[in-house]
């Protein structure tokens, strides 16, 4: 005869999990300006560009977001186990780790055109700073719908709390690709021909200026 399954592990009650959605998120910072060269090269550029990209890469802003969670577990089982461990309450953290500006250091400094080229730049950090909050809103619904039916059977309190920990990370996953998505596609339509050939026209004399730094190079 083959082995009698196990019944089921009773779960604990469940109650209405809470649910913390934190933001960290303080203001870019202006670092000191590098050479249009090391632009390119922290931008991850080929050495070698095709005439005029130098104009794209006066500017760099840089961001690096992570994301934290914590899950404290309610659990009920036989001390042998196995137990059945639920969420009652999760809290989740978007820190922006990395959020700077950096300027071409041929660019005159604090003329029309170090101010354009900023003001840019500034148009790229509000698009990082929009779309992690709204990935905020999107991580608190996508949490609270994995903790209204998350439940994790394992053979000790432990396992079950790694295991809801695995689940959470793939429950949110979706949500974190779409800011990864929100953000491409607010760059690009920042980053478009018609923006770089205004940069390339404003301000003249620092555009004569610059030009000259950038062949003595």
């Known amino acids: 005869m083959p082995p ?20 960290s998120d303080p203001d870019p910072r202006v670092l000191a300006p590098v050479s249009a060269e090391d632009l390119r090269r922290l931008a991850d550029l080929p050495e070698e560009s095709t005439p005029g990209t130098v104009l794209h890469h006066l500017g760099l802003t840089m961001s690096r977001v992570e994301w934290r969670s914590e899950i404290t577990v309610r659990s009920q089982g036989p001390d042998a186990g196995p137990v059945c461990g639920v969420p009652s309450e999760v809290r989740l953290s978007l820190v922006h780790a990395e959020h700077s500006i950096r300027l071409a250091r041929e660019i005159p400094r604090g003329g029309c055109l170090a101010r354009q080229v900023l003001a840019h730049e500034r148009r790229h950090a509000e698009v990082n700073r929009r779309t992690l909050r709204d990935a905020a809103d999107g991580l608190r619904q996508a949490a609270r719908a994995w903790a209204a039916r998350a439940r994790a059977e394992a053979p000790d309190a432990g396992a079950a709390a790694l295991q809801l920990q695995e689940d959470l990370t793939a429950a949110v996953e979706p949500v974190l690709a779409r800011l990864r998505e929100a953000r491409e596609a607010g760059h690009d339509a920042i980053d478009t021909p018609q923006e770089y050939r205004r940069l390339g026209r404003v301000c003249p004399t620092d555009q004569r200026r610059l030009s000259t730094r950038l062949q003595s190079h």
């Open 4 to 23: 009698p399954v196990p019944a089921p592990v009773a779960c604990p009650p469940r109650g209405a999990p809470l649910v913390r959605v934190t933001v």
